[in-house]
């Protein structure tokens, strides 16, 4: 079977292509990308007089037409951060739930973090991940990213170098940061030897002092314990200076602060390798957006000020943030019941990302269309050195057929995740993700009744 996109706005950043176009698919690649006009049955049907025998053979094939017109069709969504929470925490998520939120978010490829139970510190939990994750029928890829230290205690290094050979894209203890400097650098060196990035989480313990909330007016109003933006900064500029040193790819999760980004800023134009990500939930609220005592709105690093904020989206509009991730992180409704001194830190965001992004992002003239394609496909696909993220011919056919057009009212109750647990419940957004296509299959495709 063959797949005919046709009439869409195709969003190539690879190429530079942003132009209403064709895509014709058969079996796992794209074949071809051509301007939209004459059918392509009636072409291929001239070819076959011809001595084309792969032409012959697509006549001969049943071909499924897509119209794609009014919708923007882009590389498959590639996410660096989200928590499957599998093994070992599957009454949160678990590789099937979160594997059926990503491709209903238009993600084909997502990277998971290792703070599982037991967790992602050997082969054998890459290797349950990644055979788990391939034996659903209509999934995405998920790529297993490799613990740093030994049951991410920050004592010992776990066998990075075995887990890269074993397919893990990345190694990172997110969560937290491995407070031991000498013992973050060797893991570094080792991850820099093997060509994987870094993926840090920058958060001083030693500074947090049981912190739940960004540290200003609004933590004093609820009357709870503040985190400051040093917290994050701090191990920013560490983790800076150690990747130089090093010579490793430095990837920093999940940006919150104005000064972290100053400081990752210099960097790059120091010639430091460095990229960066941020969350949606960072550039599209701010602690003043927080209502009461509601543990939907706490995640780690925490909703921080409005300057953070616009410093954030000012990033993004001017290239210094390379990608946007989810930091897609699933609770039970039990465990997100109390306040924010005692719930969990975390939202999911895999099924409300594309429509934030649209609507905070692109409606607002932040980013352009093709921009959006960049931070959610093609940069993360370069982070982890992918061969996806781009609809060029010859590519692997993933890619996201997304309507600008529609308005929707994000409904948590409809979630494929097995988590609710979003602080954009009720809120009205534009865009939704029509189908998703992973290796030149239709694996989601939206109900549009």
Known sequence: MAIWIKNGRVLDPATDLDEVCDIYIRGEKIKEVRRSGKELKEELKELKSGEDTEAVEAVDEEVVEIDAKGCFVMPGLIDLHTHMRDPGQTQKEDIISGSAAAVRGGFTTILAMPNTSPAADNVDVIGYVHNKAESIKNGCRILQVGAATKKQNGTELADIAEMIQAGSPAISEDGKSVMDAGLCLEAMKIAAKNGVPVLAHCEDRTLLHNGVINEGKKAKELGLPG???????????????????????LHICHLSTKGGLELIEK??????????????????????DIPSDNANYKMNPPLRSREDREALRDGLKRGVIDCISTDHAPHTKEDKFGGFRDAPFGIVGLETAAALTYTELVETGILTPLQMAEKMSYAPAKIISSDRGTLKEGAVADIVIFDPNVSVVIDSGKFASKGRNTPFDGRKVKGQVVKTIRNGRVIYQADRG
């Open 227 to 249: 985190i400051s933006n040093l917290v994050e900064n701090l191990i920013i500029s560490r983790d800076i200076m150690l990747a130089k040193e090093a010579g490793a790819k």
């Open 267 to 288: 960097a790059k134009e120091e010639g430091v390798s460095i990229t960066v990500e941020v969350c949606p939930h960072h550039f599209t609220l701010c602690d003043e």
